[in-house]
Nanobody, 127 residues
Framework: QVQLVESGGGLVQAGGSLRLSCAAS????????MGWFRQAPGKEREFVAV????????NYAGSVKGRFTISRDNAKNTVFLQMNSLKPDDTGVYYC????????????????????WGQGTQVTVSS
């Protein structure tokens, strides 16, 4: 079992930045590929970013590429999502997720591939 707890959300103006964190406990270490997803009000949950077990490889949704950076600190069992140049369309609840699947990162962009989820943290970007 893995427990995931997100933090770092909040209210920010368009063009601003936020850094989300996801602390993992339980059976962690480098066992899991870690991803971030988000869900806006009235919309489906969507993939944001994923990072490999080592942290050496990443994949992003087209809508955030060049603005968001996912990283991980395996010694601290923590995954980060640095979000820059935020837009109102980035508003939503952001979820951290962990998967034990061994697949290319480009195949780990759907929520059904993930085994564990955090409770989410709200990000609101005002215009």
């Amino acid at each position: 079992q893995v427990q995931l707890v997100e933090s770092g959300g909040g209210l920010v103006q368009a063009g601003g930045s936020l850094r989300l964190s996801c602390a993992a406990s339980g059976r962690t270490g480098t066992t899991y590929v870690m991803g971030w997803f988000r869900q806006a009000p009235g919309k489906e949950r969507e993939f944001v970013a994923v990072v490999s077990r080592s942290g050496g490889s990443t994949n992003y949704a087209g809508s955030v590429k060049g603005r968001f950076t996912i990283s991980r600190d395996n010694a601290k069992n923590t995954v980060f999502l640095q979000m820059n140049s935020l837009k109102p369309d980035d508003t939503g609840v952001y979820y951290c997720a962990a998967t034990s699947e061994i697949r290319p990162l480009v195949e780990l962009t759907t929520g059904s591939r993930y085994d564990y989820w955090g409770q989410g943290t709200q990000v609101t970007v005002s215009s």
